[in-house]
């Protein structure tokens, strides 16, 4: 399995910023993408939404079902919320 990591930071993390991040990861991977395709030559994407405010909708997006492209690429959308620095 080839796995990626695409991480973003941004100022809000909403459940449109999160389709959209994971529907470009997937395309971005799909095009960087070698090999035959198929269960024995599958992609794990995780792509990653970092901010300082994740509002729920987002968390319960990215809590779904992992989204599914075909038989071997496989996106699992993360998000991140980080604190304020004091």
Do not use: Y
């Not at 990591?5 to 470009?24: F, H, K, N, R």
């Not at 799909?30 to 395709?37: A, C, F, M, N, T």
């Not at 030559?41 to 405010?53: E, Q, V, W």
Request: with cysteine.
């Amino acid at each position: 399995m080839e796995p990626f990591v695409l991480a973003a930071a941004v100022p809000e993390v909403d459940d449109a910023s999160m389709a959209e991040s994971t529907g470009w990861a997937i395309d971005h991977v799909k095009s960087l993408r070698s090999g035959l395709p198929g269960a024995r030559n599958a992609t794990m994407i995780l792509p990653a939404l970092a901010g300082g405010s994740v509002q729920p909708c987002a968390r319960n997006w990215a809590a779904e079902d992992a989204r599914i492209l075909g038989t071997s690429l496989i996106g699992r959308s993360v998000t991140v919320e980080t604190s304020a620095s004091s």
